[in-house]
């Protein structure tokens, strides 16, 4: 089993930037698709950004497209998330998680998910 721990967040100012980490151990990510989620509080939890096995291919919730871009190294087992021009909607706590069935961006489809990491953009 490849367990998950997500790095990164924190407090940054709208307009800022942020690079998340998502390392993986346990196992190898590479032959997996791979996704960051995130949750506001009182919120459920929602799709950000897909990136397939081999990095070919991404998708991202429309909400960040353009300001985000997923990425990974295999050779190092970790994806990463990085994040500009931030506004405050975007605070949240940061998951990733493995895809491993359905569409891209359903939260059943995903497992193995992380602890998270807490984003908070100030206005």
């Known amino acids: 089993q490849v367990q998950l721990v997500e790095s990164g967040g924190g407090l940054v100012q709208a307009g800022g930037s942020l690079r998340l980490s998502c390392a993986a151990s346990?196992?190898?990510?590479?032959?997996?698709?791979m996704a960051w989620f995130r949750q506001a509080p009182g919120k459920e939890r929602e799709f950000v950004a897909h990136?397939?096995?081999?990095?070919?291919?991404?998708y991202y919730a429309d909400s960040v497209k353009g300001r985000f871009t997923i990425s990974r190294d295999n050779a190092g087992n970790t994806v990463y998330l990085q994040m500009n021009s931030l506004i405050p909607e975007d605070t949240a706590v940061y998951y990733c998680?493995?895809?491993?069935?359905?569409?891209?961006?359903?939260?059943?489809?995903?497992?193995?998910w992380g602890q998270g990491t807490q984003v908070t953009v100030s206005a």
């Open positions: 346990g196992q190898i990510i590479s032959p997996n698709n």
């Open positions: 990136i397939n096995w081999n990095g070919e291919r991404t």
């Open positions: 998680a493995v895809h491993w069935r359905g569409t891209y961006d359903s939260i059943s489809g995903h497992r193995n």
